[in-house]
């Protein structure tokens, strides 16, 4: 399955806003990242549409998650910012050609589209078995509790408080 990448900003955005303790503006999770600010605005944008994330307007404003970590799943996030589309559409190719299919015989998924069907569902059970507050967990896991604590201490700097 190939995702933008989109999703990968996305997923760091929303373990980055686990860490932050008021509202992150777009501008400063850009530069957390080293990504441009407009092209980061877009996934921020579908994290908002998805209900994943809010802004919050002002001059303490910026993003901070919509619901607990443990609540959004990578599957929500990949979604919001890919969609919900399957990654195999099935176009019926073995009605075509010289020696196609009846349509009887048709009434019922190929084996290639039952197979592709399979995997998209084992991919997204995968994706929604975890949480955004299983990745905090993780990295917390494999780099210590200090990883969490500077992301958090970062994003309260001054240059957050104007707006950078």
């Known amino acids: 399955m190939k995702m933008s990448g989109g999703v990968e900003w996305a997923l760091h955005c929303a373990f980055a806003l686990t860490a932050a303790n008021r509202p992150v503006p777009a501008a400063r999770l850009a530069e957390m990242h080293d990504v441009s600010p407009t092209y980061l605005a877009k996934q921020l944008q579908a994290l908002s549409r998805a209900g994943l994330i809010h802004s919050v307007q002002g ?3 910026g ?3 919509s619901r607990p970590p443990s609540e959004i799943t990578v599957l929500d996030v990949v979604e919001a910012i890919d969609g919900h589309s399957p990654a195999f559409i099935c176009t019926d190719v073995r ?3 010289p020696l196609p299919a009846s349509p009887e015989a ?3 998924p190929c084996a290639i589209h039952k197979s592709m069907l ?3 569902d ?3 059970a ?3 078995s975890v949480t955004i507050a299983d990745l905090a967990a993780d990295v917390t896991g494999e780099h ?7 992301v958090r201490a970062w994003l309260s700097t001054e240059g957050a408080a104007r707006g950078v």
């Open 106 to 108: 048709c009434r019922t």
């Open 95 to 97: 009605t075509r050609g």
């Open 59 to 61: 001059h303490a404003g």
């Open 122 to 124: 084992a991919w997204r």
């Open 144 to 150: 210590g509790p200090g990883v969490l604590a500077g």
């Open 118 to 120: 399979a995997a998209d």
């Open 126 to 128: 995968s994706l929604r």
């Open 63 to 65: 993003y901070a998650l």
